[in-house]
């Protein structure tokens, strides 16, 4: 008689959750390099996408817990990736067959659908393209959520997700992704090589920068901000840096402020000549430069926005102290912030940790990180100025992490 046969014990893959969760959240892996070595090494299932992230992936956030409902499939029987039914079902039943704890099987792949489909309106959908197979046999299995690596082209993207998750949007029994408000860590794209703030708005960037940020909430949040915070300054002398595209003109103009734009990008300040020049506002000066050191026109404000939190703290104080001493009446800035005495006890070590590696980070290459409140407090109050206004533009959903514009005055 023939000895009944020996069920096989699952294979552990390099690339599961549980591992790649080690990896990631203690030893500090990228999720850029571990994707793609998992897509296109030695045993990659899918190469074509593998090239596609490395081209398109500039930061990443995960794995992260999504409802399966938010995720949309685009392989399977009948969808845009085709596959027949008995195949399909003997893939899928494959995975069940050989997996009862899902902890052993690679995280999901995916993307906002609407970033990628470039949409105006949130659907709060993520866009699967990898891992339709294990999706199902999750499902099957009776999970009402899944683990997947989200993938961002851009770091702006990333910060509304984490925004967007943190206030429930993907996952209802959601918990707040402290830490990567905290400290969105950086996965650089390794073909393209890590980007730099002063070279990133080039070109392109600079001619779509307006139309790719729109769409956004917080965009108009800050406009009307600055727009309120500026009411008392009629005709006066304004700094604007980093100026970028000049978003700002249509206010300067409608207060007959007289306005300096500085910015390191010639073709960001080319974008905002071109907008001057189509309202008419003649009286505007540019300034190319690199506003942490360059010699800035004595003003009345000073306005620095989206700026910030792309640089490390010393370069950020650099730039408030060379602002504020432009500045002779008030300094409007937009910062995100982490107040160390707000974060509970039991979470303190780990978000200042977070935040430390994030800014260490960011010394090499363009990344987005919160300051310490008490740090950026200290440099506007040691440069003579302090805090007459605050109004949040962005809620993190998180207590001691908000993103605010402050108006300071001597
Ligand atoms: C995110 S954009 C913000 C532009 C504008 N303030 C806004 O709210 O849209 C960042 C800008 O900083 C400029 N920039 C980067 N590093 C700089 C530096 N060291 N000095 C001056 N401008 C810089 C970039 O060229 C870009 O225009």
Not at 190 to 205: A, F, N
């Amino acid at each position: 008689m023939k000895p009944p046969p020996v069920a096989k014990p699952p294979v552990e893959s390099e690339f599961s959750l549980r591992r790649v969760r080690r990896d990631v959240d203690e030893g500090g892996a990228s999720i850029h390099e571990l994707t793609l070595r998992f897509l296109t090494g030695p045993k990659g299932s899918n190469p074509k996408l593998g090239e596609y992230l490395a081209r398109n992936a500039q930061t990443w956030v995960g794995p992260v817990e999504i409802d399966i409902e938010n995720i949309e499939t685009i392989a399977g029987p009948g969808k845009q990736y085709h596959e027949p039914e008995d195949k399909w079902e003997s893939r899928v039943g494959r995975i069940l067959g050989r997996f009862d704890d899902l902890e052993l099987l690679p995280p999901l792949i995916a993307g906002v659908k609407d970033d990628m489909e470039g949409r105006e309106e949130r659907s709060h959908t993520l866009k699967l393209v990898d891992g339709a197979h294990r999706l199902e046999a999750i499902r099957r299995k009776g999970h009402k959520t899944a683990w997947i690596f989200v993938f961002f082209s851009d770091f702006e993207s990333k910060s509304d997700f984490i925004c967007e998750y943190n206030k429930g949007f993907y996952n209802h029994n959601y918990r707040a992704l402290e830490v990567e408000v905290a400290a969105p860590l950086n996965s650089p794209a390794i073909s393209k090589g890590p980007p730099k703030l002063h070279s990133h708005y080039r070109r392109g960037h600079a001619e779509k920068y307006d139309a790719a940020r729109e769409n956004q909430p917080h965009w108009h949040t800050e406009y009307d901000a600055v727009a309120q915070m500026l009411s008392s300054l009629r005709g006066a002398r304004i700094l604007d840096a980093p100026f970028g595209t000049g978003r700002f003109i249509p206010i300067y103009q409608r207060m007959d402020c007289e306005v300096f734009g500085a910015d390191i990008s010639p073709d960001m300040l080319a974008q905002a000549q071109l907008k001057a020049d189509r309202l008419k506002m003649t009286d505007m000066q540019v300034i190319e430069g690199n506003i942490e050191l360059c010699d800035l026109p004595e003003v009345d404000a000073a306005v620095c926005i989206r700026f910030l939190n792309l640089v490390p703290p010393e370069a950020a104080e650099r730039v408030v102290r060379n602002l504020a001493r432009a500045a002779r009446r008030q300094l409007i800035l937009h910062i995100g912030t982490i107040d160390e005495a707000a974060i509970p006890p039991e979470q303190r070590a780990q978000v200042l940790q977070a935040l430390d590696q994030a800014q260490d980070v960011q010394r090499g290459n363009m990344n987005y990180a919160a300051q310490r409140r008490s740090s950026f407090m200290g440099w506007c109050e040691s440069s003579g100025f302090h805090l007459a206004e605050a109004i949040e533009t962005q809620a993190t959903g998180v207590a001691y992490n908000r993103v605010e514009i402050l108006r300071f005055v001597r």
